[in-house]
């Protein structure tokens, strides 16, 4: 098994495009849930919008965990160490399962007092509440998924994600439909309907993917079980790396969440709006973290092969790439906006509220397509804690300005929506001169 990368077209395309299809299909499940609860009515599309990013704020956390490991498992790949690349998979999977039952505990401690606190409309509230206390569950079963994602991605075998996310996709379609409307013989669980069915679905994708690892032969390959004793360096490598990025996803998150309650206080309409933009932004948004994850990968591995000069170059290509893309999608969503909004059924007058906030967020996307490939290349050197900071200063820029935007001027939604040019300016500018400073060089992980 050849584990290290070369940085043509050919190869940057040929790691991307499955990384894309993986990432495609748990959009479309989301964005599936939210059309099946449209049905429901406003008030459910709005639920939905405060239930997402708060299950989003535990999903990144194991974003960031997976994004830690697999920048070590590329350098390892690099480095032509398929068995120490075994032993950094099975610690990262026990870290996992410790950080799940964390966020489990800590939502049914303190997600029912937080959402009483901030949500101004009662039903709502406990609507969202009841939601988040079964959906949590689903928890330990996303963080191996994630942990699979970083073996997988990280020695460049992507064309094996498809199988996992493509039946998640096909179950949470089929149990979204019967257990939200009660078709088929199932019972009728209404909003928390969607909660179930997204928890078997990730279960039913684990498994296949797996299934799928040990049929190719991969824990074989990588020596998964040669050596299961527990190292603490090797738990303090993993944890050193992703820790910086957890906080980093965490704190991204959580502000979004905060631009979500923010949203809520100006009704249910700009709340049910601003919920469809986050599935445009998360939908076509999947392109650019594709390459992302992709620079992540490959500029780890080129460092570990010791090919330093060629970190910038490779950089730049795949953001040509990237924005290439998003600019096609801008030239779409700009066009023919209400045909992607008619999907949710809301009406026309929601329609033509949400249409200026899809122009603001296809600008927004175009913004992301370079400052996440410049952001994700800072992870691959292994300076995670730059990361952490340059997040910092981001999200304090950010809150500054949708506090200011939306709660202080009470600004249409359309303005609270351009904290998105604002986050992604901030994020490539101090990323862009991180790596062209080449403080990174000396970095050894």
Not at 146 to 174: H, K, P
Not at 329 to 337: D, E, H, Q, T, W
Request: proline share 3%.
């Amino acid at each position: 098994m050849e584990l290290k990368l070369q940085t043509g077209y050919r190869s940057i395309l040929g790691m991307a495009l499955p990384i894309t299809l993986s990432m495609l299909v748990p959009q479309i499940n989301f964005i599936t849930n939210n059309i099946f609860l449209s049905g429901l009515g406003e008030q459910e599309l709005a639920s939905a919008g405060i239930t997402g990013v708060y299950y989003l704020i535990f999903a990144v956390i194991g974003s960031g965990l997976n994004n830690g490991l697999q920048a070590l498992i590329a350098r390892r790949a690099g480095q032509n160490l398929p068995h120490e690349i075994g032993r950094l998979f099975l610690h990262g999977v026990w870290i996992a399962l410790g950080i799940a039952g964390l966020g489990i505990l800590i939502t049914y401690m303190l997600a029912p007092t937080v959402m009483r606190a901030v949500i101004h409309n009662p039903a709502i509230a406990e609507q969202v509440i009841d939601f988040l206390l079964i959906r949590i569950w689903g928890l330990p079963l996303l963080y191996l998924y994630v942990m699979r994602n970083a073996l997988l991605v990280g020695t460049n075998q992507t064309r094996f994600l498809v199988w996992g996310t493509l039946s998640e996709a096909l179950v949470n379609i089929f149990l979204d439909y019967t257990l939200i409307y009660g078709k088929l013989g199932f019972p009728e669980l209404g909003f928390n309907g969607a909660a179930y069915a997204s928890i078997i679905a990730e279960g039913i994708g684990l498994l296949v993917i797996y299934a799928v690892i040990r049929l190719k032969g991969l824990h074989r390959s990588f020596a998964f079980f040669d050596d299961i004793s527990a190292s603490w360096p090797t738990t303090k490598l993993i944890l050193t790396q992703s820790l910086p990025l957890i906080l980093q996803y965490a704190i991204s998150i959580a502000s979004w969440e905060y631009f979500y309650l923010l949203i809520e206080h100006h009704g249910a309409r700009a709340l049910a709006i601003s919920n469809t933009m986050r599935n445009i932004f998360g939908l076509f948004g999947i392109f650019s973290w594709a390459f992302a994850s992709t620079t992540n990968t490959m500029v780890s591995n080129i460092i570990g092969q010791g090919r330093i000069p060629e970190v910038v170059p490779l950089i730049k290509r795949i953001s040509g790439i990237s924005f290439t893309i998003s600019l096609v999608i801008f030239i779409c969503l700009n066009l023919v906006p209400h045909w992607f909004l008619s999907f949710y059924g809301q009406g026309d007058d929601f329609i033509r509220e949400a249409i200026p906030v899809v122009r603001i967020v296809s600008i927004a996307l175009l913004l992301m397509s370079v400052g996440t490939v410049w952001l994700n290349a800072v992870t691959g050197t292994g300076n995670t804690v730059v990361n952490l900071r340059i997040e910092f200063i981001t999200i304090f820029i950010y809150c500054g300005y949708v506090f200011i935007v939306l709660e202080y001027l009470h600004l249409p939604i359309t303005w609270g929506w351009g904290s998105e040019w604002v986050y992604w300016t901030s994020m490539f500018s101090m990323a862009f001169f991180y790596i062209r400073s080449g403080k990174w060089k000396a970095k050894i992980i």
